[in-house]
């Protein structure tokens, strides 16, 4: 490739884009695990699910990317939302 289109660009692994990536993925993991938590007895896997969740949000929100913070968000609002329905522990 030319060189000069290159330059005024940033690097093809821009940490930005390194932690929405990292973002995602914990927010995938996060709500795969977060369907498994709707079977009945398995609402507190949620305690867990949650925290996971945080984490990816705060990799999400140092992203100038939104896609990995939202769906983060999503799946904190599902883990929160099936804690309350089950009481917090079913």
Not at 37 to 52: M, R, S, T
Request: charged share 15%; proline share 2%.
């Amino acid at each position: 490739m030319n060189r000069n289109r290159l330059e005024g660009r940033r690097g093809a692994c821009d940490s930005d884009d390194m932690l929405n990536i990292a973002s995602l993925v914990i927010g995938v993991i996060a709500l795969i695990l977060a369907v498994f938590a709707f079977i009945p007895l398995l609402g507190w896997a949620n305690w867990v699910i949650v925290p996971f969740a945080v984490v990816g949000l705060a990799l999400g929100a140092m992203s100038d990317r939104t896609a990995g913070r939202n769906l983060n968000i999503v799946v904190i609002v599902i883990g929160i939302v099936r804690l309350m329905l089950g009481g917090g522990l079913i």
